[in-house]
């Protein structure tokens, strides 16, 4: 299989009607997502290439089964829309939103853990099992179905990545960007155990970056993994102390450096590489 | 966003915590004339946003107003990393009997607010954590509930606090607490919090980091706060113009390469392969995933004005950013500005795939300028350029 979305997932999309929200929304339909709903506040009974839109997301839920909600919605108004739909019970929630002030990111994640919901991001690209359903804005040309699991902290990075595995045609079962942090709903550990339960990923690439301990923590479950992870880490030559353009990506007081996390990540058994062209041949050469 | 150390003690004392007597100075005679009204002996602080100020000679103690003069003589204009000292903080000499560290920040980690104490003040959290693990008092906040009196009461007896000391140490626990919800900082922290000789606390310095993602709730405390950001040197100038044109990263190195990407992570993987290489980057630029022609047009304006750039590197990858738009900016730009590419001989490598790259494509070639598919290629190309062959 794949993990978190496939071909019967039935996705809500807020903010459907904004410019960024409605061109998603039709290359996602395009692609055969289930886009069954969409909520844009004030706008509920119009529709959108077909899909009805709701005022409130309840209402999208309550009159179309839906599963996932990803948000196109601005930074100021993201948390509110996220807790909406938790709040809907939806089991997945995406927010694509860069720039949530942390302490809206903290009170979303507290209801999500009380409800049980599972989010992504922030300032996440989402997530893609090529072939079957994208929830998100990867570019789907770099994408074909295949047994390799992505998971990433920079959407740019993994379209980087996906293009050489593409090309080189190998697949994916599906590619999940966890957002540009600092804080992070769905974690590395938390996909990486999800991969190593599905029957159809047969290696991971793990894409990480400076700053924060994410990949440190993912090293200590690495080690209990019997498949086989490929990680590229990037920031190598960022100065300390600045800002990458991630909220995450910042080495401060010496912690957070690309060193430690490629020393975490070869010692729990990962092949390290320098650049995503070089991604191919291992993964040829240890499947 | 980190604040002056003035500012951060504005704040301070609005919320009640004691701060020391005094004032900032952008003069010598200024700082002699604070000095003199202070009639004590004062701390100079140069009001720099760089760490490790103490360590580099930014603070220094004056006896009298004529010492005080010399010290602020020798201390503005000189730098610190990259920044000038323009401001000094003239303070009361505190006389101090003992140094207290008391901080809250983000446990990122466990996704909350963390109060941090801890009685070994005086050097960075950093080195209390590594010298005396035990001497740190820490407490988790629940955002639903908040720091509660009693839970500021047990940090201050943790450190091992008594009677007043215990009340009023703990008082100044929350005022930190609502300074970090009420600006949206992600960081306020008092270190030293000196227990002075006539047995009263007092902030002797004061650290906020705001989270500049919720400056959209508090603008006209940011437009104070911005207004207070002296530029003077070109870099600071441009960073300041990048900020407002929505750029969400700017940053300047050493080289004369410049790159504008349209992802952290791409941006950074730019960076690293091309310093693998052997070239050197000037300019790192960053566009985010929320761009438009404008944007990318204002981007290279801004890289371009440095003048050690020669070698523009802009690497697109759009995910959520259309290529279209993108080709639409960059063909404005070299429209309106191709009398001073031609001047300085500046060469612009555009690599350009992902969301509408054909119809992007497409406008750049028939404007005349051909693009890379391939990450590689371009950065190969780019250094070789930028190493004159």
Known sequence: MCILIDEKTRVIVQGITGRVGSFQTKIMLDYGTKVVAGVTPGKGGQKIYGVPIYDLVEEAVEENEADVAIGFVPAPFAADSALEAIEAGLRLVVITAEGVPIIDTIKVLRRAKQRGALVLGPDTAGLISPGRCKVGVHPHKFCIRGNIGVVSRSGSLSYEVLKSLTEAGIGQSTVVDLGGGPMWGLTYVDILKMFEEDDQTEAIVLLGEIGGMMEEEAAKYIHEMSKPIVALIVGRKAPEGERMGHASALVQYGRGTAKEKIKALEDAGAYIVKAPREIPNILKEIL | ?389
Do not use: W
Not at chain 2, 18 to 34: C, L, M, R, T
Not at chain 2, 96 to 102: L, M, Q, R, S
Not at chain 2, 118 to 136: F, L, N, Q, R, Y
């Open chain 2, 1 to 389: 966003m980190r604040l002056y150390e003035f500012q951060a003690k504005r704040i301070f004392a609005k919320y009640g915590i004691p701060i020391p007597k005094g004032d900032i100075a952008d003069s010598p005679f200024k700082a002699k004339k604070i000095s003199e009204e202070l009639g004590v002996p004062v701390a100079i602080k140069a009001q720099v946003l760089a760490g490790g100020r103490g360590l580099a000679g930014g603070i220094k103690f004056a006896n009298n107003p004529e010492q005080t003069y010399q010290i602020a003589n020798e201390m503005l204009g000189k730098k610190f990393k990259r920044e000038i000292v323009k401001r000094l903080l003239i303070e009361e000499k505190i006389q101090i009997d003992k140094e207290y560290f008391a901080g809250i920040t983000i446990d990122y980690q466990n996704r909350c607010p963390l109060l941090i104490a801890s009685s070994k003040g005086g050097v960075d959290i950093e080195s209390i954590a590594k010298e005396h693990p035990t001497e740190i008092a820490k407490q988790n906040i629940d955002l639903d509930v908040g720091l509660t009196d009693f839970q500021a009461r047990r940090i201050a007896k943790k450190v091992g606090l008594r009677g007043k000391y215990m009340l009023s140490f703990s008082s100044i626990l929350k005022s930190l607490y609502n300074i970090m919800l009420n600006y949206d900082a992600s960081l306020v922290e008092v270190n030293p919090l000196a227990l002075t000789r006539d047995r009263s606390f007092i902030a002797v310095d004061a650290k906020i980091i705001l989270d500049e993602h919720a400056s959209f709730r508090h603008q006209d405390f940011y437009s104070k706060i911005y207004n207070e950001f002296i530029l003077k040197e070109d870099y600071e100038v441009r960073k300041n113009l990048a900020k407002k044109a929505g750029i969400p990263t700017y940053i300047e190195l050493e080289g004369n390469i410049g790159i504008i990407a349209d992802g952290a992570g791409s941006g950074m993987l730019t960076l690293d392969l091309i310093k693998e290489l052997g070239g050197e980057v000037e300019t790192y630029c960053e566009l985010g995933g929320r761009t438009s022609p404008q944007l990318i047009e204002k981007a290279m304006k801004i890289v371009l004005s440095n003048e050690n750039v020669t070698y523009l590197l802009i690497n697109l990858i759009g995910g959520l950013n259309r290529m279209d738009e993108m080709a639409e900016g960059i063909i404005s730009f070299i429209t309106k500005n191709r009398n001073i590419i031609q001047k300085r001989g500046i060469e612009i490598i555009i690599r350009m795939t992902g969301t509408l790259e054909e119809k992007g494509r497409e406008m750049l070639t028939k404007f005349g300028i051909n693009t890379f598919d391939d990450i590689y290629d371009a950065i190969e190309r780019i250094v070789k350029l930028s190493r004159g062959n």
